[in-house]
């Protein structure tokens, strides 16, 4: 093996597409709560949500990334959640700081302690979080993700024009579309209450125009290989 490549989020959804899709020379690693369940993929059963939880995966970053002589390290950011869905104000306190840490902190922690862990690598060295439409669209009933989304497209592009400078590790944040997940599922679950524009993801999964997680994967991969992709904020739609 001579490429390591993390996967947040490898449980489900597109980072376990991501995982299951990686080049064949991968060191498959996923954390998320529960095991993805995927040959070879070592799984580091972890629940993001809790701060505790990211020092200790920071210094699994570090040994990892020095227990052998990688040619290639790509971390791939893609755990998440829109729970709890609804308006601030009116959800359940502790589910709405859950939200936050998971996902507006956790990813600036991790991704701060990957290119710490990777700073003294000459090899091909790749971050990638997900995001969203949200992070610059009004979506009420999904306003602590979004804020979040946005916040990880702002340290993004920083981070990317920092790592131009000094550093070298290319930096990228993706939106991926409209994705037939678990997501996509709880999201069409929601009453129009808490999210009033449930009608319009009902709609589109109805109709068929939802993507295949396998193909947002593989464009993921070929995104990583296109050395004339260098805007650091990508919408996977737009490739
Ligand atoms: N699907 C879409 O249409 C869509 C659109 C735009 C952006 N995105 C983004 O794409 C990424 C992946 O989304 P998805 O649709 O694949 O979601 P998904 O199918 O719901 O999967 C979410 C993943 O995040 C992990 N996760 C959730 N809470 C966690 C926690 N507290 N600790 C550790 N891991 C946790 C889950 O694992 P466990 O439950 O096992 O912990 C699972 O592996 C997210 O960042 C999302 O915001 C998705």
């Given at each position: 093996?001579?490429?390591?490549?993390?996967?947040?989020?490898?449980?489900?959804?597109?980072?376990?597409?991501?995982?299951?899709?990686?080049?064949?020379?991968?060191?498959?690693?996923?954390?998320?709560?529960?095991?993805?369940?995927?040959?070879?993929?070592?799984?580091?059963?972890?629940?993001?949500?809790?701060?505790?939880?990211?020092?200790?995966?920071?210094?699994?970053?570090?040994?990892?990334?020095?227990?052998?002589?990688?040619?290639?390290?790509?971390?791939?950011?893609?755990?998440?959640?829109?729970?709890?869905?609804?308006?601030?104000?009116?959800?359940?306190?502790?589910?709405?700081?859950?939200?936050?840490?998971?996902?507006?902190?956790?990813?600036?922690?991790?991704?701060?302690?990957?290119?710490?862990?990777?700073?003294?690598?000459?090899?091909?060295?790749?971050?990638?979080?997900?995001?969203?439409?949200?992070?610059?669209?009004?979506?009420?009933?999904?306003?602590?993700?979004?804020?979040?989304?946005?916040?990880?497209e702002r340290w993004v592009s920083t981070v990317?024009?920092?790592?131009?400078?000094?550093?070298?590790?290319?930096?990228?944040?993706?939106?991926?579309?409209?994705?037939?997940?678990?997501?996509?599922?709880?999201?069409?679950?929601?009453?129009?209450?808490?999210?009033?524009?449930?009608?319009?993801?009902?709609?589109?999964?109805?109709?068929?125009?939802?993507?295949?997680?396998?193909?947002?994967?593989?464009?993921?991969?070929?995104?990583?290989?296109?050395?004339?992709?260098?805007?650091?904020?990508?919408?996977?739609?737009?490739?």
């Amino acid at each position: 093996m001579s490429h390591l490549l993390i996967v947040t989020g490898g449980s489900a959804g597109i980072g376990r597409a991501v995982l299951a899709a990686a080049p064949d020379d991968c060191y498959r690693v996923g954390v998320s709560r529960t095991d993805p369940d995927l040959p070879g993929v070592v799984h580091h059963a972890t629940d993001l949500a809790d701060p505790a939880a990211w020092s200790a995966l920071g210094d699994e970053f570090d040994r990892l990334v020095h227990a052998d002589d990688w040619t290639r390290v790509t971390f791939v950011h893609a755990a998440g959640t829109l729970a709890p869905i609804g308006f601030q104000g009116e959800v359940d306190h502790d589910a709405q700081a859950a939200n936050v840490l998971l996902d507006a902190a956790c990813p600036l922690v991790l991704a701060h302690r990957f290119l710490a862990a990777v700073r003294d690598l000459d090899v091909r060295r790749e971050l990638v979080v997900l995001s969203s439409g949200a992070a610059r669209t009004d979506y009420p009933g999904w306003a602590t993700y979004g804020a979040a989304k946005a916040a990880v497209e702002r340290w993004v592009s920083t981070v990317a024009a920092e790592q131009a400078e000094r550093g070298g590790v290319r930096v990228l944040a993706v939106a991926p579309g409209v994705v037939a997940t678990g997501m996509q599922a709880l999201i069409r679950d929601t009453d129009a209450h808490d999210f009033p524009r449930v009608e319009r993801f009902r709609s589109l999964h109805a109709e068929g125009r939802l993507a295949d997680a396998d193909d947002v994967s593989a464009r993921l991969w070929a995104l990583l290989d296109d050395p004339d992709a260098t805007d650091p904020l990508v919408d996977l739609r737009q490739r």
